[in-house]
């Protein structure tokens, strides 16, 4: 552990806020001459902190909402649309309306939605605009948890589209509107056989080009050092000042005071900026994934995420996400910044999180949050997350140095440890614990495996390096082991492919066996499960056997 207290304690509350009202100039979606002339900022903070610099152009598939109402008995009730959200047709879109509560899966199954407008309890998602398409349904109207409006991405589709994943793109008109205005129509339907609204929608949906700045210091062996990815996206929604501009001047502290000590760097740091994040479905980290995948997949040790940092009423740091490998750095920084201790929660399947199938372990996304609120909201970043509110007043100048100095102790870890503070054991733990809970199904070999993995990962950290190069060949060992398990724990399995902006299940490798599981024995159904589980476990048993080589080295 080399972090310098002195370089954490260095976090300038003055030049955050000074960049935060930067970012208050200019609302910025993605593609956009504002947002342009937002990165144009950015590249000149880094350029005169010493970074080399690029500020990329690419194509991107984005949409932006723009007007919508919704018409009930000829009253026009508040409401917007949604990135992805299909235009309405001229005249709108006329249907029955029809409840599907919560708009889980059985919810969906319990009505018949073709053709119909599903009423939805909750924030738009993409993954009840997957249930909505696959429903047959024309349109959806969300419920808002309360009185204010929260601007969402509905495309499942993780980054621009492809040939293959152009089908699976929302195919309904999708609108929000406010708590009292739902229960309303709710009622009116508790009375009515049938209640027909009309959905307004303007959506602006097409490829243009957008931004991405790279900016980068190289570690001691030039450009073939290993670095650590420090990224967060710029595009806002509104003028979007704590999500993400807060974050994006976290970003900047941390790359100022961080090159101060570069000498001192074991490894390079590469910061990156997106654009396409709330318009495009992480359009621009996916792009630069798919343009960098063997640079990345033979460099990058770890990615480093940032959004939405020192939210007003922001008290909580345990539960920000962090793969398990990482765990262990997050608990002691947490610690060490704010007495917190941190719970180890796992990331969602959100926030730029792009690198999983390449391998790369990654930490946070937000760090902080708001505490348990009584509304039911879709995250814990504020009641103004995603609305016209979010301006610089929702920011905390102490909080935000907080959070910012969580950031610079944890890249100055891993920027400065002699051996990189990765677990694959913590790792592999989590995978024996999912295999516990599944039980049965389970081959009895391959429970074996998993143990044989953990013991052997375990012992790593017994025996520290005792020199430089000692520790490159450990940390060269820890780097290939992520490659291993990082896309077991967090993608479906192909690591040049982007899984859907979905929920996913723990080590969604085990999806076929946990099925299994939970069918009735000799059915068949168990029949067809356990083809799929069969071959599951043949993918675990060669990634342990991919484990037990390196972990032999």
Known sequence: MSTSPEIVAAVDGGLLMGHCQE????????????????????????????????????????????????????KPLESITHSFSLPSPAGGLTAALVDVGDGGPEDFSKQDCRGRIVLVNGIASPAAAARAKAAGAAGQLHVSPHEHLHEMCISPVWGNPSAETLAEMPSTVACTISLADGEALRAQLSESAELKLTLHAEVDTGWR???LLVGEIDGPHGKDSPFVLLSGHHDTWYYGVMDNGSANATMLEAARLLATEAKAWRRGLRVCFWSGHSHGRYSGSTWYVDQNWRDLEKRCIAHVNVDSTGGI????????????????????????????????????????QSFWGIGIPSMYGSISHQPPSPVKMRNALGWWWHTPHDLIDKVDRDFLV???????HTLSRLLTDP??????????????????????????????????????????????????????RLNEQLLRLSRVLVPLDYTEGDRFKHDPA????????????????????????????????????????????????????
């Open 23 to 74: 970012f208050a100039k200019r609302v910025k979606l993605s593609g956009t001459p504002e947002e342009k002339e937002s990165f144009v900022y950015l590249k000149g903070c880094l350029d005169s902190y010493g970074y080399r610099t690029e500020l990329l152009e690419h194509d991107a598939y984005i949409s932006l909402p723009g007007p919508a109402r919704v018409e009930a008995d000829g």
């Open 209 to 211: 080009k957008t931004q």
């Open 313 to 352: 009423g922001a008290t909580v740091l345990t539960e920000n996400g962090v793969v398990s490998s990482l765990a262990g750095l997050a608990a002691e920084v947490t610690a060490a910044e704010t007495g917190q201790n941190h719970a180890g929660h796992r990331p969602s399947r959100s926030s730029d």
């Open 402 to 408: 907080r959070d910012t100095r969580v950031v610079v």
């Open 419 to 472: 051996v990189l503070p990765l677990d694959p054991a913590a790792q592999l733990a989590s995978l024996r614990s999912e295999l516990e809970k599944i039980g049965v199904a389970v081959p009895p070999d391959l429970v074996s495996s998993v143990d044989q993995c953990v013991e052997k990962a375990a012992q790593l950290k017994s025996a520290p390096p005792v020199d430089d190069a000692a520790c490159g």
């Open 502 to 553: 979905l929920p996913q299940p723990a080590w969604p490798v085990l999806t076929p066996l946990r099925a299994l599981a939970a069918a009735e024995p000799g059915s068949d159904g168990s029949k067809f499960l356990a083809v799929g589980a069969a071959r599951a476990s043949n993918r675990l048993r060669a990634a342990m056997d991919d484990l037990a080589a390196l972990l032999r080295e």
